[in-house]
């Protein structure tokens, strides 16, 4: 790290302050937020992020000029931090950009129009990522992580500043979309719920006039929320909404929403195209849909079993495994066609010593008790439309539609 000349490092403060009362006088949005963003490493910050380590003395700088004195409380403690961010120390780079940001909410409350929602947003997303690397160095130095925490508080208050009338109110969701990668991120998702009610009962907000970006991601993580709920339909709703309004030039994020979307679709009967899969890399579900294809039991359970811990990081694990009275669901429907085959009159009498054959065929020793078991659960789901013949051991299939169609409904729990 090589530090400039004290000349050069004056000259860089200054200029720094100089852009950022320039910004807020004429209201440059977009100048003001390129000021406040850490984690992009632009030049021009590490550049005076080295002139500050320098020169040790830029409190005097802000407090000699009535310029730049005014913004004294907002100046200071960022750039105490942006120092600790260069020099590594996280911790105590979190801790300054806290203060900031608790001053910055405070002039921002002082101005009547939204101007500066850009530079908010900026704020609020720097905060959760500098919360995040702080932790890691607490974590590392074996200490309790605590900042991701604290910075999900201070979003609590910028979204109580937003969440009033006006035009501030706009940027309510972008806030909410961070405090829901916070409570995902520290496996608190219950917190979402009241931010939720806000969003969606107040009458203040009209969901439509908040942006695209904002929107999608706030479909995209409470629709994650409904699926944790095993709320198919509102899942299936939210995620699609998510899909259909996502940028098409944006591959990742479509695959972020499909990789919930797909098991969502699976438990209400769609099967997603190979191709689909193919494009999005996402292969791990393709033994699972080959499964339901073909009422392999066997291949459900290889492919979870080889795909676990990555189905148990995204919480769709239980969602697929779930998927098995699908697969009985059409094994027995391919007995029942083979059966009607050879012998019509008496395709919807199946006895459960064929289906225990299959079975075993498939590698899936199971005795007469159990497969009956499975049977009363099918026909209880509505999986299967028929009635038990428990002294012959025989499942009598109606004879009009005796395997109905989810159509987007959820197995019935």
Known sequence: MAYPSMGEAHRRITDYLNKFCDAVSYQDVASLAQLFSFS?????????????????????????SD??????????????????????NLVEAYHAFEKFANAFIQEFRNWESAWALEA???????????????DRELSSNGKSPEKLKGAGSFLMKVFGVLAGKGPKRVGALYVTCQLFKIYFKLGTVHLCRSVIRSIETARIFDFEEFPRRDKVTYMYYTGRLEVFNENFPAADHKLSYALSHCNPLREANIRMILKYLIPVKLSLGILPKTCLLEKYNLLEYNDVVQALKRGDLRLLRHALQEHEDQFLRSGVY?????LELQVYQRLVKKIYFIQKQKDPRKAHQLKLEVIVKALKWLEMDMDLDEVECIMTILIYKNLVKGY??????????????????????????
């Open 318 to 322: 239980l969602v697929l495994e779930k």
């Open 120 to 134: 908010l947003y900026v704020i609020a997303y720097e905060i959760r990522v500098l919360a995040e690397r702080a």
């Open 40 to 64: 992009s490493n632009s030049p021009s910050l590490l550049s005076l992020a080295d002139a500050l380590n320098f020169f040790q003395d830029a409190n005097r700088l802000i407090k000699q």
């Open 67 to 88: 310029k730049f004195s005014q913004f004294g409380e907002i100046l200071a403690p960022l750039f105490r931090s942006l120092q600790s961010y260069r020099l590594g």
């Open 388 to 413: 038990f013949a428990h002294k012959s051991k025989v499942v009598v299939l109606s004879k009009q539609d005796p395997f109905p169609k989810l159509n987007g409904k959820p197995v019935t729990s």
